[in-house]
């Protein structure tokens, strides 16, 4: 998931980079010698996700549209010390299809104007997804001092 609006100066709606996104992944975590390594080490996992997005920058990039893929991922998670969070790190290729409709701002940026005969439907197939993410797993029982009971 990712929203960034940037609004300043007189025209407050010049520029906007808006990203919603929902997805979910099953994985298969490869063998684990202890169980305080759960959720850690290597992974393989399946993904789908579908989103929604507007890319505007002043009047040369002006684009709004759904987007949704589906694929396959590849990833390493590490515990951070004695803390319960984990340091997780993957890639993803797949297939992704987008429908994209581009527009003009109107010369105050208050309004939108559709442009009819910029709009399609992109298709596309290799890594989709490179990601770093910091996780805190939940339902695993944690003492106070930071191990695993």
């Given at each position: 998931?990712?929203?960034?609006?940037?609004?300043?100066?007189?025209?407050?709606?010049?520029?906007?980079?808006?990203?919603?996104?929902?997805?979910?992944?099953?994985?298969?975590?490869?063998?684990?010698?202890?169980?305080?390594?759960?959720?850690?080490?290597?992974?393989?996992?399946?993904?789908?996700?579908?989103?929604?997005?507007?890319?505007?920058?002043?009047?040369?990039?002006?684009?709004?549209?759904?987007?949704?893929?589906?694929?396959?991922?590849?990833?390493?998670?590490?515990?951070?010390?004695?803390?319960?969070?984990?340091?997780?790190?993957?890639?993803?290729?797949?297939?992704?299809?987008?429908?994209?409709?581009?527009?003009?701002?109107?010369?105050?940026?208050?309004?939108?104007?559709?442009d009819l005969y910029e709009s399609g439907k992109?298709?596309?197939?290799?890594?989709?997804?490179?990601?770093?993410?910091?996780?805190?797993?939940?339902?695993?029982?944690?003492?106070?001092?930071?191990g695993e009971r």
């Amino acid at each position: 998931h990712l929203d960034f609006v940037v609004r300043y100066g007189p025209n407050k709606n010049k520029y906007a980079l808006q990203m919603w996104e929902i997805g979910v992944e099953p994985r298969w975590w490869f063998h684990r010698t202890d169980a305080r390594d759960r959720l850690s080490g290597h992974f393989i996992g399946a993904y789908a996700m579908s989103g929604i997005y507007d890319f505007q920058n002043d009047t040369k990039i002006c684009y709004q549209g759904e987007a949704w893929s589906a694929g396959l991922s590849y990833g390493y998670a590490m515990k951070l010390g004695k803390s319960p969070l984990n340091l997780e790190f993957a890639v993803s290729v797949g297939y992704l299809t987008a429908t994209y409709r581009h527009y003009s701002p109107s010369i105050d940026y208050d309004s939108l104007i559709a442009d009819l005969y910029e709009s399609g439907k992109t298709h596309y197939f290799g890594p989709t997804k490179a990601k770093v993410s910091l996780v805190l797993p939940i339902g695993i029982r944690y003492n106070k001092k930071g191990g695993e009971r």
